[in-house]
């Protein structure tokens, strides 16, 4: 089945500083999804992506649709104490009954330190 | 409240004991899911259901049933768990037509451990 490797697998930084994530396939998704999930809790839509090219901001948060279709990108300004949590991102199979298997990247976990 | 509801939220079990874990959503959503979490894998799907009586294999199916019998429920049944199907469970919906809509929703969580 289609995987996604994202990078890095842990982040550790300092509250106010920004962060990079990247999310890369060996096929092509017409969608990417940026999910985060808080302990205890299941993951959360924070940025939907349906356009190569694309870049789309949520508060802090921006994401990209890469060129190729192959990658995305999640950046995070000035960080702070509540944007702990693990970071995925998704992408849905293509057309029929496909569009109903979403494969997540291994996450990215991040701890921000006051 | 829209929401996913699971159920139980941790369970403890032993080995060969059939289960079923429950998933009920009230957003009368078409399509519904389950995935398991383990550290280092992110969440792989079981299975998904596009629609009622409409279900198909995600990338782990093996050794889990699910049905679809109305649109709100889709219980995840394991009919003779194994130790290596200790994880965490997620159920998620969504109207998946709708593309501006793949907010999936997720619940809140299944903790099982197999003894």
């Known amino acids: 089945g289609q995987q996604l490797n994202q990078s890095p697998q842990s982040m550790f930084i300092q509250e106010g500083e920004d962060v990079s994530m990247n999310c890369t396939s060996s096929?092509?998704?017409?969608?990417w999804l940026w999910y985060k999930q808080e302990p205890g809790e299941g993951p959360v839509l924070l940025i939907a992506?349906?356009?190569?090219?694309e870049l789309t901001s949520n508060g802090r948060l921006t994401a990209q649709f890469g060129i190729t279709r192959k990658d995305s990108f999640l950046n995070i300004s000035a960080s702070i104490p509540s944007d702990v949590g693990i970071y995925f991102c998704?992408?849905?199979?293509?057309?029929?009954?496909?569009?109903?298997?979403?494969?997540f990247g291994q996450g990215t976990i991040l701890t921000v330190h006051p | 409240e829209a929401q996913v509801t699971q159920n139980p939220r941790y369970l403890i079990t032993v080995t060969g004991k059939k289960l079923t874990v429950t998933c009920s959503q009230n957003m009368n959503h078409e399509y519904m899911s389950w995935y398991r979490q383990d550290p280092g894998l992110g969440l792989r799907q079981i299975y998904y259901?596009?629609?009622?009586?409409?279900?198909d294999k995600g990338d782990v199916p093996e050794g889990y049933k699910v049905s679809r019998k109305e649109k709100r429920n889709f219980p995840l049944i394991l009919e003779s768990p194994s130790p290596n199907q200790t994880s965490l469970y997620f159920c998620?919906?969504?109207?998946?037509?709708?593309?501006?809509?793949?907010?999936?929703?997720f619940g809140s969580g299944t903790r099982l451990t197999v003894v």
């Open positions: 096929s092509i998704f017409n969608t």
């Open positions: 259901s596009m629609n009622v009586e409409v279900t």
């Open positions: 998704a992408g849905p199979g293509a057309g029929g009954t496909s569009y109903g298997k979403l494969t």
């Open positions: 998620a919906s969504s109207k998946l037509r709708d593309r501006a809509n793949y907010g999936y929703t």
């Open positions: 992506l349906y356009k190569a090219g």
